[in-house]
């Protein structure tokens, strides 16, 4: 999907350069990054990890990351839920679920999704009695500095445009 918006942007830019110039190209492109930026956080940023410590949950732009000691359940509903020792649930919008496609744009049938939370959950069991500690919350900090990037981009482009 994303792929196929980045050919179909640098069809348009070429497009620019041959009938236009360069300079239009310029102003053009951080528009163009803005669609894909927001489809790449839309579709492909939210996603689980796992290690040995923990599970990392990234929904849209932000991170939590969960010591496995803190897991008191995972259950698989519309995605992946994931309960703490505290009773607060962390839901994912990016793990394994049933109508959602897969990264290489297979659907995910209810085997499926199952086998990659049956994962989730023998890395929490392998974890065994590991050490708790704090839920850290982050920010996806590259993506947000390419939207800076691309919102200063097209500032620059509109006071050059006139517009």
Same mark, same amino acid.
């Given at each position: 999907? &994303?792929?196929?918006?980045?050919?179909?942007?640098? $069809?348009?830019?070429?497009? /620019?350069?041959?009938?236009?110039?360069?300079?239009?190209?310029?102003?053009?492109?951080?528009?163009?990054?803005?669609? $894909?930026?927001?489809?790449?956080?839309?579709?492909?940023?939210?996603?689980? @990890? #796992? +290690?040995? @410590?923990?599970? #990392?949950?990234?929904?849209?732009? *932000? =991170?939590? =990351?969960?010591?496995?000691?803190?897991?008191?359940?995972?259950?698989? =509903?519309? !995605? /992946? @839920?994931?309960? &703490? %020792?505290? +009773?607060?649930?962390?839901?994912?919008?990016?793990?394994?679920?049933?109508? *959602?496609?897969?990264? $290489?744009?297979?659907?995910?049938?209810?085997?499926?999704?199952? /086998? !990659?939370?049956?994962?989730?959950? %023998? +890395?929490?069991?392998?974890?065994? %009695?590991?050490?708790?500690?704090?839920? !850290? *919350?982050?920010? +996806?900090?590259?993506?947000?500095?390419?939207?800076?990037?691309?919102?200063?981009?097209?500032?620059?482009?509109?006071?050059?445009?006139?517009?």
């Amino acid at each position: 999907m &994303l792929g196929g918006l980045a050919l179909v942007c640098a $069809l348009l830019l070429a497009d /620019v350069v041959a009938r236009g110039s360069v300079v239009q190209a310029l102003l053009i492109v951080p528009w163009m990054l803005a669609v $894909l930026w927001f489809a790449y956080v839309v579709w492909f940023a939210s996603h689980v @990890e #796992t +290690d040995a @410590e923990g599970i #990392t949950v990234q929904n849209l732009l *932000r =991170r939590t =990351r969960v010591p496995w000691g803190r897991v008191t359940a995972i259950d698989l =509903r519309w !995605q /992946v @839920e994931v309960t &703490l %020792d505290d +009773d607060t649930v962390v839901n994912s919008f990016g793990g394994p679920s049933p109508s *959602r496609r897969g990264r $290489l744009g297979t659907r995910s049938t209810p085997d499926s999704a199952t /086998v !990659q939370t049956g994962r989730i959950v %023998d +890395d929490w069991i392998a974890a065994g %009695d590991a050490a708790g500690g704090p839920v !850290q *919350r982050s920010w +996806d900090v590259p993506a947000l500095i390419a939207l800076v990037v691309i919102a200063v981009w097209a500032v620059i482009a509109v006071l050059v445009a006139g517009v």
